[in-house]
């Protein structure tokens, strides 16, 4: 028999972005990231074997809000660029989980957050300038075709009450670091989270995937 939990969770989290490194010097960005916390919610199904060592799997959505504004200067034609940004994203998260303590109620988690960009919205302009010639956008509610998925490397700490019924409540707490851009265009972004989830799960118990029954033969 094996055990596992599937559940829900919502969350609120805290973001802070900044710009990446630009080792030439020729790249000007500033985010804001406003004070207000962003929501998320996710589904997820949990490894829950007696064992130290079990897995995670988990869809986590969460809605990404800041202003960038950044510009460029070189050689080439110079861009500017103001964006007041909604940014969708689902993270993909696998990854090991490892009992702290002999009950299962004190977990911890760390791997990667694979980020996939699935809607959004940008309002604001862009100027891309030539010498005289000036080329101007403006973005209305726009679909955010600069904007991309990022990878993140996060940790988590999770504490969970489960009782007889089945049922369950967790307590997740997590932190995550940004290894890849949200934006498509140099210098793009860097940054962190601080998060924490509410999670309602339920525990079952049934054959693994991998165990084979096999009947008794009438010979």
Do not use: W
């Amino acid at each position: 028999m094996s055990q596992y939990d599937i559940g829900l969770g919502i969350g609120a989290y805290s973001q802070r972005l900044r710009g990446a490194r630009d080792k030439h010097n020729l790249y000007r960005v500033e985010y804001d990231d406003f004070d207000a916390p962003g929501l998320s919610a996710s589904v997820f199904y949990r490894g829950a074997s007696p064992k130290q060592l079990n897995f995670c799997a988990e869809l986590f959505f969460l809605r990404r809000t800041f202003y960038v504004s950044q510009a460029y200067q070189g050689l080439a034609p110079g861009v500017k660029e103001s964006l007041h940004v909604d940014l969708d994203l689902i993270y993909l998260i696998i990854v090991p989980e490892v009992r702290l303590d002999d009950f299962g109620k004190v977990i911890a988690r760390f791997g990667p957050m694979i980020g996939f960009k699935v809607g959004g919205r940008v309002s604001g302009s862009r100027s891309a300038f030539n010498g005289t010639y000036v080329e101007e956008t403006t973005y209305a509610n726009s679909e955010p075709a600069m904007l991309q998925g990022d990878l993140r490397f996060m940790f988590g700490l999770s504490l969970r009450n489960f009782n007889a019924k089945a049922f369950g409540v967790s307590l997740d707490g997590y932190v995550n670091t940004a290894l890849s851009s949200l934006l498509k265009d140099k210098p793009g972004s860097r940054g962190a989270d601080v998060g924490i989830t509410v999670g309602f799960y339920r525990r079952i118990q049934r054959k693994g995937l991998f165990v084979k029954a096999i009947a008794p033969s009438d010979e």
